[in-house]
């Protein structure tokens, strides 16, 4: 007899309204998203409560989800902005608010019907905690980075509530996030939304005035390796895990997409598997991690998925990021057999590249014409541009354009 497991969801981030359709359009089951009141992407493009009007409406119409971050951590002077923002976010109804903050976790159940989820920054490591946040009203606990599969096993054995795990992206070198670098390197708040990843930057060591050697330039000491689950995937499955998430809200179309897409595949090829009672060898994996390391990266661990991240965990001498092809664009309509491309990376006439289209393989073409936004003959783009490029069979809206290196 086989076991049926639930099948997870898949959760992936939406820097702004392109990238929420993007996700959703390439496989993912719901989005988070910022907006531009307290969260801790201050920096990114985030979403004007309009544009997330749009992407709630945009997820309903296909049976998906759309999850606001609030987890900054609260000043008093941010109580009273947090306060009217809740009031909006009411009236536009996304499907649940992820918070880190107790202030702010109680003003929400105040202010809003909206369910809750904890956010990672909440540091949620074991079964008593959940079983606060849950005794709290909390709907989903989101697990800090620092928690095991194994540990999963415990904290669902005993507390009856939704968990969330992270499952890809870039890893934080502090405790489930909680870094104050940024604070005292360059005036930034890390925790309200102002990290410059201090822990990226190189490093000379010294010890009672004296150099240790770390080379000629330094080294990235804390530069913590991209986190890839996608070989935990049945352990995660098995633990019960409600979300899988991937991180990454100021990372490109291109991230979106093809993260959406391997982890869509992974998961639903894992389910079938499973439900078969089909042993998974690590090489059944193989093609789709092969997938994800195209794109940049700083190369990548198992992060704390199996057990606390040790040396192996850090890249100590970080100079570049890996991957095996360039992100060109955006396809943003199809008009007269011609694709209009928003341009992120140069390319010319005469170039092979490859197409990504939400549920389809990738393939290649060539570029046969290119015209500029009046309509003119060039040679070659400019990066941030508008252009017309001949569109192959298939190609839709929302296609993602890439050349592989």
Same mark, same amino acid.
């Given at each position: 007899m ?10 992936v981030?939406?820097?702004n309204l392109e ?5 959703l359009?390439?496989?993912a089951d719901?989005?988070y998203?910022g907006?531009?009141?307290?969260g801790?992407r201050r ?6 409560l309009?544009?997330?009007e749009?992407?709630?409406h945009?997820?309903n $119409?296909l049976?998906?989800y759309?999850y606001?971050?609030l987890?900054?951590?609260a000043?008093?002077? %941010?109580?009273e902005?947090?306060s009217d923002h *809740?009031?909006a976010l009411e009236a536009l109804?996304?499907h ?5 903050d107790?202030g702010?976790f109680? *003003? ?6 909206i369910?809750?989820?904890v956010s990672?920054?909440a540091?949620?490591t !074991?079964k ?5 946040w849950?005794d709290?009203? &909390?709907s989903r ?6 928690v095991?599969?194994?540990?999963? !096993? ?11 795990l992270?499952i890809?992206?870039a890893m934080? $070198?502090?405790?489930?996030g909680?870094?104050?670098i940024?604070n005292y390197?360059a005036?930034?708040d890390?925790?309200?939304?102002g ?11 010294y010890?009672q005035?004296e150099r240790l050697?770390t080379?000629?330039?330094g080294?990235?000491?804390m530069? &913590? ?10 352990e995660?499955i098995?633990a019960?895990?409600?979300s899988?998430?991937i991180?990454g ?5 291109l ?10 595949r $992974?998961?639903?090829?894992t389910?079938?598997?499973?439900d078969s009672g ?7 994996? %193989? ?12 190369t990548?661990s198992?992060?704390?998925l199996e057990d606390?991240?040790g040396k192996?965990?850090i !890249? ?8 095996e092809? %360039?992100?060109?664009g955006?396809?943003k309509?199809i008009?007269?057999s011609?694709?209009i491309i928003?341009?992120? !990376?140069?390319f010319n006439?005469?170039?092979t590249i490859e197409?990504m289209r939400?549920n389809?393989?990738i393939y290649s073409?060539?570029i046969m014409?290119l015209?500029n936004?009046?309509? %003119?003959?060039i040679q070659?783009?400019?990066?941030n541009?508008?252009v017309?490029?001949n569109a192959?069979?298939g190609?839709v809206?929302y296609?993602i ?5």
């Open positions: 086989t076991i049926r497991h639930k099948k997870p969801e898949l959760l981030p939406a820097g990238k929420l359709k993007i996700a359009n390439y496989g719901a989005v998203v907006g531009h009141v307290f801790l920096y990114a493009e985030n979403v004007t309009s544009q997330l749009k992407g709630i945009f997820a $119409a049976g998906k759309v606001v971050v987890n900054g951590f000043h008093h002077s %941010d109580l902005a947090l *809740l009031t109804q996304p649940a608010l992820i918070i880190s107790m702010v109680q *003003l929400a159940k105040e202010k809003t019907t369910p809750l989820h990672t920054q540091s949620v !074991h008593y905690a959940c079983q606060f849950k709290q009203g &909390a606990i989101i697990l800090a980075r620092e095991s599969i194994s540990d999963c !096993h415990a904290i669902s054995d005993f507390c009856d509530i939704e968990l969330e992270f890809h992206g934080c $070198a502090s405790y489930s909680k870094c104050t940024s390197s005036g930034r890390s925790n309200r939304g990290c410059i990843q201090s822990c990226r930057h190189r490093y000379d060591v010890n005035g050697e080379g000629s330039t080294l990235t000491l530069n &913590a390796k991209d986190l890839m689950g996608i070989y935990q995937l049945p995660l098995q019960g895990i409600a899988l998430k991180e809200r100021m990372k490109s179309n991230y979106a997409a093809n993260s959406a897409q391997v982890y869509r $992974a998961i639903d090829m389910m079938d598997a499973l089909q042993d998974i060898a690590p090489s059944f994996y %193989d093609p789709l991690a092969a997938d994800l390391k195209k794109v940049s990266n700083r990548f198992s992060g704390g606390r991240p192996e965990s !890249h100590y001498n970080f100079d570049h990021y890996e991957k092809v %360039d992100y060109l955006t396809v309509d008009q007269n011609m694709m928003s341009v992120k !990376h140069a006439i005469g170039d197409l939400p389809h393989d073409f060539k014409t015209l936004s009046m309509g %003119d003959p070659k783009t400019n990066p541009s508008i017309k490029v192959p069979s190609a809206t296609s354009l890439r050349k592989p290196l």
